[in-house]
């Protein structure tokens, strides 16, 4: 079974593939997993899928957060790897944002360099803070939040 960094790494793949094919995203994605000796899973399915789906409004996020960039001259695997983690930021309630983000910039070690890492992270802490902000976001509380109770403390010969 395939854990979810792989499956965002297949995604990732399949949406960089994608950029310069134009085609069809389903046999975009049959084919890139044949070529890695993969299978898709229902996680990279739907992520890829709905990656397309909000596209537009993904890539208008990340045009709005770019400080002396064109966003023709960000670099594609960069453009693809925020678009996708956006989604999931935005559309998979279940999933914490800490978690995307760093499953993003794992992916990134993988396939980029450090510029690439540090870039990656500015543009989507920028797009997190302003939806935090905005409050449009529907997460769930972070488990931090929910081990963050006070612990009591027992002095000498309490319970």
């Given at each position: ?35 890695l000796?993969?299978?898709l ?57 800490e ?61």
């Open positions: 079974m395939l854990t979810r960094r792989l499956a965002r790494r297949i995604a990732v793949q399949i949406l960089f593939a994608n950029e310069f094919l134009k085609e069809d995203i389903a046999s975009v994605a049959e084919r890139v997993a044949e070529s000796d993969e299978v899973t229902p996680f990279s399915i739907e992520l890829v899928k709905r990656t397309c789906e909000f596209e537009p409004e993904l890539n208008e996020l990340i045009r709005k957060h770019l400080r002396n960039w064109d966003y023709k001259r960000v670099a594609v695997l960069d453009r693809v790897l925020i678009r996708m983690a956006l989604c999931e930021i935005i559309h998979f309630h279940d999933i914490p944002v978690v995307t983000i760093n499953e993003a910039l794992e992916i990134s070690k993988d396939f980029s360099n450090l510029k690439s890492r540090r870039f990656v992270n500015g543009i989507l802490d920028s797009i997190y803070k302003e939806l935090i902000t905005a409050n449009k976001l529907s997460k769930k509380k972070p488990i931090s939040f929910a081990l963050n109770r006070k612990k009591k403390t027992h002095t000498k010969g309490s319970p």
